[in-house]
């Protein structure tokens, strides 16, 4: 490195900082095509404002400071016309810092906009007034946080309107990816692109006891996912579990449980391409009145594309670990191998037999019916069975392939709670 940098001219020395597509991440960097809107959904943290920024400086500069570059006039939309100027203008990862020295625009105060040395425009509008939109018009432009936008469609159809200078008008979305109609559509609409990252993607740029503190509170958390990992969270409609149902069954402490089972939701086949074996291991404390029992899912041990032998090994490993009372599979496919299997591995493994006589959903709606109730809690974070869990409605799955480990967790809390409520009887009481 000493030798290269050696060889290198002052000014190319003092060019490499400015040199954006060296140092950038993946998701910084526009997408090959033929595309109209570019979508940038990353968390806290990520770099999209750098992005932004950069990707503004690669429309409006040419070779030398003073030459055109291939945007002229360009619109800065952020929520309000404050952010814009605090975030993408004078942010520290903002146009200003972004830009060397010999091409900085200037900042003109009184007309909110910002002028580079070869003359191209950046106007700064906000997202509360869409009607300022109405006239002006672009060959570029940056919308900041999209998704928080207030009167967000009626200030990207005035937009739409107002892109209409050039060969080849563009828009880069940068937002955190807050559930919003408005980035849901823009989304899937055939002329846009996407790239994203979490926050850990940034972390070299990001101070370490941030990064660990807020990914110790929130991770997997619906807010976390969001606003760390840069996912799109959104509830589906008429699905049994929300996102909210799920954040509240998050247990701060462990219990201590009167029953534990381990429940198999066995899959079809085998091999790579096989559907997952959803195992599940839950618990219940059993407080009297089955109106006052609390059931817990304590882990989430499910496997893709094992064999049959593998994911029986791992059920009764479950089993001994967690010092269960009973193993649960469901035998609808697999008939007597499964307890055949199991019986292989361990035969001295309490083991039930299920069968599912109802359909997936409703099966499923007396177990939502207890999250819904807070009397299921979840001891950490399990991602990949949370995802299930909320794509499941009445009318069926709303994903693709099956949901085993939604299967095997409503196996598991049926047989702690909901069966033997059916049976309960109160106790009674001896007059004297």
């Given at each position: 490195?000493?030798?290269?940098?050696?060889?290198?001219?002052?000014?190319?020395?003092?060019?490499?900082?400015?040199?954006?597509?060296?140092?950038?991440?993946?998701?910084?960097?526009?997408?090959?095509?033929?595309?109209?809107?570019?979508?940038?959904?990353?968390?806290?943290?990520?770099?999209?404002?750098?992005?932004?920024?950069?990707?503004?400086?690669?429309?409006v500069?040419?070779?030398?400071?003073?030459?055109?570059?291939?945007?002229?006039?360009?619109?800065?939309?952020?929520?309000?016309?404050?952010?814009?100027?605090?975030?993408?203008?004078?942010?520290e990862?903002?146009?200003?810092?972004?830009?060397?020295?010999?091409?900085?625009?200037?900042?003109?105060?009184?007309?909110?906009?910002?002028?580079?040395?070869?003359?191209?425009?950046?106007?700064?509008?906000?997202?509360?007034?869409?009607?300022?939109?109405?006239?002006?018009?672009?060959?570029?432009?940056?919308?900041?946080?999209?998704?928080?936008?207030?009167?967000?469609?009626?200030?990207?159809?005035?937009?739409?309107?107002?892109?209409?200078?050039?060969?080849?008008?563009?828009?880069?979305?940068?937002?955190?990816?807050?559930?919003?109609?408005?980035?849901?559509?823009?989304?899937?609409?055939?002329?846009t692109?996407?790239?994203?990252?979490?926050?850990?993607?940034?972390?070299?740029?990001?101070?370490?006891?941030?990064?660990?503190?807020?990914?110790?509170k929130?991770?997997?958390?619906?807010?976390?996912?969001?606003?760390?990992?840069?996912?799109?969270?959104m509830?589906?409609?008429?699905?049994?579990?929300?996102?909210?149902?799920?954040?509240?069954?998050?247990?701060?402490?462990?219990?201590?449980?009167?029953?534990?089972?381990?429940?198999?939701?066995?899959?079809?086949?085998?091999?790579?391409d096989?559907?997952?074996c959803?195992?599940?291991?839950?618990?219940?404390?059993?407080?009297?009145?089955?109106?006052?029992?609390?059931?817990?899912?304590?882990?989430?041990?499910?496997?893709?594309?094992?064999?049959?032998?593998?994911?029986?090994?791992?059920?009764?490993e479950?089993?001994?670990?967690?010092?269960?009372?009973?193993?649960?599979?469901?035998?609808?496919?697999?008939?007597?191998?499964?307890?055949?299997?199991?019986?292989?591995?361990?035969p001295?493994?309490?083991?039930?037999?299920?069968?599912?006589?109802?359909?997936?959903?409703?099966?499923?709606?007396?177990?939502?019916?207890?999250?819904?109730?807070?009397?299921?809690?979840?001891?950490g974070?399990?991602?990949?069975?949370?995802?299930?869990?909320?794509?499941?409605?009445?009318?069926?799955?709303?994903?693709?392939?099956?949901?085993?480990?939604?299967?095997?967790?409503?196996?598991?809390?049926?047989?702690?709670?909901?069966?033997?409520?059916?049976?309960?009887?109160?106790?009674?009481?001896?007059?004297?």
């Amino acid at each position: 490195m000493e030798q290269f940098l050696g060889a290198l001219t002052p000014n190319a020395l003092a060019s490499l900082p400015w040199l954006f597509e060296h140092w950038a991440l993946d998701h910084q960097l526009p997408p090959a095509g033929d595309w109209t809107t570019w979508v940038i959904l990353g968390g806290r943290g990520a770099g999209k404002t750098r992005a932004g920024s950069e990707w503004i400086r690669a429309q409006v500069e040419g070779a030398r400071p003073g030459d055109p570059g291939r945007c002229s006039r360009i619109a800065l939309i952020a929520e309000t016309v404050d952010q814009a100027r605090e975030v993408m203008v004078f942010g520290e990862s903002g146009i200003m810092a972004a830009s060397p020295p010999d091409r900085r625009p200037e900042w003109q105060s009184t007309r909110k906009r910002i002028v580079w040395p070869n003359g191209a425009v950046a106007q700064l509008f906000s997202a509360s007034n869409p009607e300022a939109l109405r006239g002006p018009q672009f060959d570029c432009a940056w919308c900041d946080e999209l998704a928080k936008w207030k009167k967000g469609e009626e200030t990207w159809d005035m937009l739409q309107f107002g892109l209409r200078l050039g060969t080849h008008p563009r828009a880069l979305v940068t937002t955190t990816p807050r559930s919003s109609a408005l980035l849901r559509a823009i989304l899937a609409d055939a002329g846009t692109v996407k790239t994203s990252a979490p926050t850990s993607a940034n972390a070299m740029n990001l101070a370490k006891g941030f990064l660990d503190t807020i990914t110790r509170k929130y991770e997997g958390s619906r807010l976390g996912r969001q606003e760390l990992d840069g996912e799109m969270m959104m509830d589906v409609e008429g699905a049994l579990w929300s996102w909210a149902m799920l954040d509240a069954a998050r247990a701060g402490r462990i219990l201590e449980h009167d029953r534990i089972v381990v429940a198999v939701d066995p899959p079809v086949t085998s091999g790579s391409d096989a559907d997952e074996c959803g195992i599940i291991v839950a618990g219940v404390l059993r407080n009297g009145d089955p109106r006052d029992w609390i059931g817990e899912v304590i882990a989430d041990g499910s496997l893709a594309g094992a064999s049959p032998r593998a994911w029986a090994e791992r059920a009764v490993e479950l089993y001994h670990l967690h010092r269960a009372d009973r193993l649960i599979a469901e035998v609808n496919q697999g008939g007597e191998m499964v307890a055949t299997l199991i019986r292989q591995v361990d035969p001295n493994v309490p083991f039930r037999a299920v069968r599912a006589s109802k359909g997936k959903a409703a099966r499923a709606e007396p177990v939502a019916a207890l999250y819904e109730q807070g009397r299921v809690f979840h001891r950490g974070v399990f991602k990949a069975l949370e995802d299930q869990m909320t794509a499941l409605t009445i009318g069926g799955y709303t994903r693709r392939g099956s949901p085993d480990r939604l299967d095997a967790l409503v196996w598991a809390i049926t047989d702690l709670m909901i069966d033997p409520a059916a049976s309960w009887r109160a106790p009674r009481v001896r007059r004297l």
